[in-house]
């Protein structure tokens, strides 16, 4: 299983997140770490950011306190038991993974509904609010990179660590405490501007392990 976390070069950074990712770059000495050990540790590296209406390329340190950083969940990603046209199969990545997490905020609606209560809706400041006050509604990753491919070892990637990170986002979603934190009426709602975020993409993988992928929720596709 591989992907990647990174940091948008189009879309600055939702509130939602600021403190998350501002522990993250204050408690890691690297961001992106050297993974291959034929290359040295480097704080100036660039990215390609051909439509951003600037320069070709960017220096990626500029962007870790301005723009959205990825991913926001990890799941399980591989083996997963699979039933198509009676027979039973295993599947890995996304393909398996986004879906058993789209099942899961399903069941949360569906408990929503019966408590008389408005489905989720836009799902990312509800996760990272619930991240701060309930720390147990994710299993928190802490080892592992994604400094690699299914073909050769990269010379940088991102590291796990506690808490929020940019190789398993805020960690494994933990059904029954989710089920625990679900909002009531009386919760005050997230801002507009947290509610209809400029992201339009598909969810993204991100590997940090083998077998274990990670995922980026936008307005569109889980919800």
Request: no cysteine; charged share 15%.
């Given at each position: 299983i591989t992907s990647s976390g990174y940091?948008?070069?189009?879309?600055?950074?939702?509130s939602y997140q600021a403190v998350?990712?501002?522990?993250?770059?204050?408690?890691?000495?690297c961001a992106p770490c050297a993974t291959s050990r034929s290359v040295p540790p480097r704080q100036n590296l660039s990215t390609p950011c051909p439509y951003a209406g600037g320069p070709k390329t960017c220096d990626l340190r500029g962007l870790l306190t301005l723009t959205r950083a990825a991913p926001d969940v990890a799941l399980p990603g591989n083996a997963y038991p699979t039933l198509v046209n009676v027979t039973l199969g295993l599947f890995d990545g996304t393909s398996a993974s986004a879906?058993?997490?789209?099942?899961?905020?399903?069941?949360?609606n569906a408990e929503q509904g019966r408590?008389?209560?408005p489905p989720l809706g836009f799902l990312n400041p509800w996760?990272?609010?619930t991240s701060r006050r309930h720390p147990s509604a994710f299993r928190d990753v802490v080892l592992g990179d994604i400094g690699a491919t299914e073909i050769n070892i990269c010379d940088y990637g991102f590291r796990a660590a506690p808490g929020w990170d940019p190789a398993t986002g805020l960690g494994v979603p933990q059904f029954k405490?989710?089920?625990a934190a679900l909002p009531s009426a009386a919760s005050k709602p997230a801002s507009m501007a947290d509610r209809l975020p400029a992201e339009t993409e598909a969810p993204s993988l991100a590997a940090f392990a083998p077998g274990a992928s990670a995922l980026t929720l936008f307005s569109?596709?889980?919800l």
């Open positions: 940091w948008s070069v189009y879309r600055s950074q939702p998350e990712v501002g522990h993250y770059l204050d408690h890691e000495s879906p058993a997490f789209a099942a899961m905020i399903s069941l949360l408590r008389g209560q996760l990272y609010a405490a989710l089920r569109v596709g889980l």
